[in-house]
């Protein structure tokens, strides 16, 4: 992180201590800070202990009625000097938004924020406007500095587009975008996205989402999904999924010849008695140079409606290669005096691999990887939680590691 986004969150920090959180002035501040302490054994036979501070604020109406800001961010380093790549700082977004900005059904967003279109999505430093055409059409404009998420960006490294959208018939929502990016002042994608959300009589629920890559001329994504409630029980979605992945046009790997994938699913889900949860999902994986895949899942949940919470669900995936994978995860978690919920959780994988050498004979062998966990979370007031979990992870490819973590989270 840069010197002056540690600048930002530290005086962020120093804002949520010295300002009033209630309605002093016509301004108020909420947030959450949590503090997370990690710890973990590195593939370098050592122990790394990153330290966390982050931090999520909210502010409304500063500096004036209609001006709110918005941030979250987290400072970090580790302890033991041992993982100082892992314990980076990072700010996330940090934005000033207002509403009917110079005229009546203009919103502006100014600062770090993230942007959203089926075209494409970055993290931008710059300048979003958004304006109501109508009761039910709205245009955005956005541009400014495209943000890689691990190395910040240069001053040729930049993002711009747009997004029109619109309800037709009470039912039928369409939206038309587009995403261009520039790498160091070259254009590295242009994409553009068609999405539209269809209801029928509160029944059935259509979604499509298509992106096109202008510069490879080729749609680069496509999903289609139905979703139907049978009952207030009965739950039932299937799905199409198309992928092709977008490089850069600076980027060595655009000259690399990509496969496609796609994906055909199904899930049914049922809720019964209170608070109970159950669910079938079949995926069917296709490749171009593999092949294809199909894959089951099963589970049972319980959503904590009084002392007890957990789940257990299943996975069977099976392809001709051989590559075939079973296992299965499990969580039960009871609340004591509604002050402490304490959960054990374990997770089994087993891989089961055939390789053939050059087409003379095969081997198989099977690799089982686990993983058990302890957690418990202290409800200290409604507004403070403090958090500890325990996690062994054993593979007999890798061996083993264990990990610990104690958060402390604050909302204010």
């Given amino acids: 992180m840069r010197d002056w986004q540690k600048i930002t969150l530290g005086l962020a920090l120093l804002v949520v201590t010295a300002w009033p959180t209630g309605n002093a002035r016509g301004s108020e501040i909420s947030g959450r800070a949590s503090t997370e302490v990690d710890w973990f054994d590195t593939a370098h036979e050592s122990t790394a202990v990153p330290v966390f501070q982050y931090l999520q604020l909210q502010g409304r109406n500063l500096g004036g009625k209609g001006y709110d800001f918005h941030l979250y961010g987290r400072v970090g380093d580790d302890l033991a000097g041992k993982q100082n790549s892992y314990a980076t700082s990072r700010l996330y977004y940090a934005y000033i938004n207002r509403k009917n900005f110079l005229t009546n059904n203009l919103d502006m967003r100014l600062g770090r924020q993230f942007i959203v279109t089926t075209a494409g999505a970055s993290l931008m430093d710059g300048l979003r406007l958004s304006y109501k055409l109508h009761d039910d059409y709205r245009l955005t404009m956005f541009g400014g500095g495209d943000v890689a998420y691990y190395e910040g960006y240069n001053s040729g490294d930049a993002v711009a587009g747009g997004q029109i959208s619109g309800r037709w018939f009470d039912a039928l929502d369409i939206g038309l975008s587009s995403l261009t990016k520039w790498r160091d002042g070259a254009l590295s994608k242009e994409l553009f996205g068609l999405n539209f959300d269809y209801d029928w009589n509160n029944t059935i629920f259509l979604q499509n989402e298509t992106q096109y890559d202008y510069l490879s001329k080729r749609i680069s994504y496509f999903t289609l999904s139905a979703r139907q409630h049978l009952s207030p029980s009965w739950t039932v979605n299937v799905g199409y999924l198309y992928s092709l992945p977008v490089f850069s046009a600076t980027s060595i790997f655009s000259v690399f010849a990509v496969d496609e994938y796609q ?136 061996n083993y590691y264990n990990r610990g973590l104690l958060r402390l989270n604050t909302s204010f």
Wanted: glycine fraction near 8%.
């Fill in 263 to 398: 994906e055909v699913n199904g899930e049914v889900t049922y809720n019964f008695n209170k608070g109970w949860r159950a669910f079938g999902r079949y995926t069917r994986e296709i490749y171009q140079e593999f092949s294809d895949a199909n894959v089951l899942e099963a589970g049972l949940e319980k959503i904590r409606t009084d002392q007890y919470s957990g789940y257990i669900s299943g996975v069977y995936r099976n392809e001709a290669d051989g590559q075939d994978m079973r296992g299965f995860k499990a969580r039960i978690a009871r609340m004591f005096a509604n002050k402490i919920q304490a959960g054990l959780g374990v997770e089994v994988d087993v891989l089961q691999r055939r390789i053939n050498y050059f087409d003379i004979g095969a081997s198989s062998s099977d690799t089982t990887s686990k993983r058990f966990w302890a957690d418990v979370t202290l409800f200290i007031t409604p507004k403070m939680t403090l958090q500890a979990k325990l996690e062994r992870s054993e593979s007999e490819l890798w």
